[in-house]
């Protein structure tokens, strides 16, 4: 796919960007910006289980209701919560810190043509064949950020990359929102200090329209289809829970393991529950 240079003055560069202070002279493209009010998802790369599950969740549901989501392809929440926006059919952007023709992280590489065969968009200040230097991080956060009309942390060390994102968000008078975590994890130490500062706590996707001055009804529901008792028995589960592990399930559903095995993998490639790794399920 070609890669496109916007200029500040052309009328496709993007209007929320073209407003910040710092802003980039030019952008390079693949795909197609949407024209949608944006939202930006960034947190840690080493995210929780808990962490996984609210990233997918607020993701999927914003992405459901119409609104592209942003973050960086980096490990972690930027990940996440580019699969869950493309999972949702919705649409998503990936702003990396290097040339365009060097996917990074290149194990990234099937997911930045996911979400360009979507009609999202993968962006860069930086043209083709520029390395991405750790340095280019912090500044690629300010457009992650400008793109959007509010940023969500979800998970992140008190010093960690996505405290630049806020500070960027604060700076261009956008809104900043954070998921409350538990107090004991280091990686919730940075959203938490960000609500003790003025940050708006986010616990649904709801309560993002809201801060936002949207109308939270915009959100259709998620609606899982079970194919027998036993699927809707482990959905119901995991929508009470959030997240249950194998022997749970196995344990509340009076099944087997080998009929919970096989109900449960036909689950997962039918797209009804997600595997969070270490026998952890929850539902799509």
Known sequence: MQINQIFLQ????PAQLREIHGRPASLYLLGKLPIEPMIAIVGTRN???????????????????????????????????????????????????????????????????????QGGAIVSEYVAGSETFKSNFVARNRIVSGLCIGTIVVESGAKGGSMFTAKFTLDQNRTLMAVPGDITRATAAGPNNLIRTGATPITSSSDVLQALGLNSAAIPASVIKAQNPHEAKIVTLLKQSGAMKTPELITATDLTASEFASIISLMEITGKVRNLGAGVWAAR
Do not use: C, N
């Not at 052309?10 to 560069?13: H, T």
């Open 10 to 13: 052309d009328a496709d560069f």
């Open 47 to 117: 995210l929780s289980a808990y962490g996984e599950q609210v990233t997918y969740d607020l993701a999927s549901e914003l992405a459901r209701a119409g609104f592209p989501i942003v973050s960086g392809l980096a490990f972690g929440v930027d990940a996440v919560a580019h699969q869950a926006a493309l999972d949702a059919s919705g649409q998503t952007v990936a702003v990396m810190a290097g040339g365009l023709d060097r996917i990074y992280p290149a194990s990234h590489r099937q997911l930045a043509k996911r979400i360009l065969a």
